[in-house]
């Protein structure tokens, strides 16, 4: 997975293609991401507690991981990921990297 809650995207196709936001939710089954501000839908909902009188509610809906890229967060421009296995404190861990930059984040 390249992407994880609360990283920065940038979305590169469909509709919304050139918007950036902040992961909200990844289901890594699915592969899909919910982005904030991008993709909205309008939920037709009954009354409940929340809302008394029901009503058509817009949302953030799942778009494809495969439609977004991450931003490094020095460059501040969309870049893939790598990832490097790292040594600390005697216990190997792995860590993502920009591919532009090559920082790890």
Do not use: Y
Request: no cysteine; net charge positive.
């Amino acid at each position: 997975m390249h992407v994880r809650k609360n990283d920065m995207v940038l979305v590169i196709a469909g509709n919304d293609a050139g918007k950036r936001g902040r992961v909200l939710k990844v289901f890594p089954k699915k592969g899909t991401v919910i982005v904030e501000g991008v993709r909205f839908i309008k939920r037709h909902t009954k009354p409940n507690q929340k809302l008394p009188n029901g009503g058509i509610i817009e949302r953030e809906a799942p778009i494809s991981i495969s439609n977004v890229m991450v931003i490094d967060p020095q460059t501040n421009q969309p870049t893939r990921v790598g990832h490097r296995r790292i040594e600390e404190n005697g216990k190997k861990r792995s860590v993502r990297v920009s591919k532009k930059s090559g920082s790890s984040f």
